[in-house]
DNA sequence: CCTACCGATCGGTAGG
DNA sequence: CCTACCGATCGGTAGG
């Protein structure tokens, strides 16, 4: 798997980092314990001492290494070039690809929100509106067929729309509710963002 | 303020309560401490047992009690009986007001799916489902103007929309991006909801 | 409802 | 990288 590439302490280092990882999205950051991360890196308590300050600084490795944004980003600036509601299809499909089995990764962004204030949250906003924010106020501005006109808007909507997607997968998960839901709900969620709930009514289509 | 009907142990029962709450949705469940709790509701840590038997009891009576759809339910049903298009506007700014100033509230469900894996989550959403559920199938069905047709969609993407919203609301709040962002940000937003990003381009419209 | 206490566990460190 | 330890704090309880 390339490990073979890594120094030991790099590879002790990677083990602290998702054994914490791991740990936090499932009980959150508080809960989780030095002891418990140690143990399931497979090395003692003070043994992460010596590739981390404090509890703290694994976090704070982790919010930048391990964000939803990593993997999803890539995908969304791929899918750009293309028809604009194509582009949505596939950066949405992109997505649910890449967030794959389990919502679960979400819980980073919930923890960091809830346990952090959005200490780390607001400076990779900052850092991030420049990378994203053209490409919407590109799609905006080339295309006649917006109903938003506003890129600040229309990127909030989309990225709530992402976010709230996983989220209510979430909830739904161990519910009956879930049983209710149609197979494609992905593509018919994106579809309501695309077309919303409603046809025209002014009597010019269907 | 009605205080003066309740018996001193009532009060004392709210006072923990509250300032159970308070804390909870501003570090957490796992970082605040029965210690904490005792100090802002001011009384000694041992008082708090004699109205909660644990930590545990004292979330479980908050989601019950304090959960953001106890607020938002009465106005979702209340808005019912207009005209669709109508209601969901009613709903949404009924929900924005009663939300009010901060959408930290949502704390609560970000903290019950992080912290107890959406241990009361999945009971609450059972009980809910047979009472909202009901609403959505009769917009659907009565209502030829409806693009989504299945109603657990309809009602996980209007769920989804609320969510969402005040999620970005506080993500965005201490950033620069919320400058970006329209004033009728809630209305806009539902705008999307309710007829999409896209103007129809069969051209059937404008 | 408070005082005083329990054992357990916390994050972190010294010293090897 | 481990062993053994630090002071602090945790949730909870007994006894009044």
């Not at 043994?47 to 993997?71: A, L, M, R, T, V």
């Not at 596939?90 to 959005?118: H, Q, S, T, W």
């Amino acid at each position: 798997m390339g490990s073979e590439e890594l120094s030991k302490g790099e590879r002790t280092w990677l083990a602290i980092e998702e054994a914490a990882y791991e740990l936090f999205l499932g009980q959150g950051y508080s809960a989780t314990s030095m002891r418990q991360i140690a143990d399931r890196a497979g090395i003692a308590l003070g043994g992460i001492y010596n590739h981390f300050k404090s509890k703290d600084e694994i976090f704070e490795s982790i919010i930048i290494n391990k964000h939803p944004y990593k993997k999803l980003l890539p995908g969304i600036m791929a899918a750009e070039g293309e028809d604009i509601e194509e582009f949505t299809r596939n950066a949405m499909r992109l997505i649910v690809e890449e967030m794959g089995d389990n919502p679960y990764y979400v819980n980073l962004m919930l923890i960091e929100i809830v346990e952090f204030k959005g200490k780390h949250g607001a400076k990779l906003l900052d850092e991030l509106t420049p990378k994203v924010f053209p490409l919407f106020e590109k799609l905006v501005k080339t295309r006649k067929n917006f109903r938003v006109t506003n890129p600040a808007l229309l990127l909030r909507a989309f990225f709530g729309l992402i976010l709230s997607y996983f989220l209510t997968e979430m909830i739904i998960r161990d519910s009956v509710v879930s049983s209710l839901m149609p197979k494609n709900a992905a593509e018919a969620y994106m579809d309501i963002f695309l077309h919303g709930v409603l046809k025209e009514k002014d009597g010019k289509n269907v």
